[in-house]
């Protein structure tokens, strides 16, 4: 499960996708926090706080993870190596958690 891990890694990091998702992530973070005005504005309190970040932060990766998640399902089934990652001795759910703490990760 551990190699997969890191194979997913290491792929997340090494394609355009990974940087284009860490991206939004800090966009879509420093517009909650800084730009929009409402109750999640850092600036309408007079000092920084890191507590809009811990709110924000979970609904962002609420989207970011099982999207990047079923990208991966989807590139192994568009180059094949499916079939041969489900016949290696790890059980689904192994696969899937994996998959999944790799775009947690």
Do not use: C, H
């Not at 891990?5 to 909650?32: M, R, T």
């Not at 609420?62 to 790890?90: C, D, H, N, Q």
Request: zero cysteines; aromatic letters at 18%.
């Amino acid at each position: 499960m551990f190699a997969l891990l890191k194979k997913e890694i290491q792929i997340f990091l090494s394609s355009l996708i990974g940087y284009v998702v860490i991206g939004v992530f800090l966009l879509l973070i420093g517009l909650f926090m800084w730009i929009f005005p409402g109750e999640l504005n850092a600036l309408d309190y007079g000092y920084a706080t890191l507590d809009t970040l811990f709110y924000i932060a979970p609904w962002v990766f609420m989207f970011l993870i099982p999207a990047v998640t079923m990208r991966s399902f989807a590139e192994e089934k568009r180059t094949g190596t499916i079939e041969w990652l489900l016949t290696k001795p790890l059980s689904d759910i192994q696969i899937i958690l994996a998959k999944y703490f790799a775009g947690l990760v």
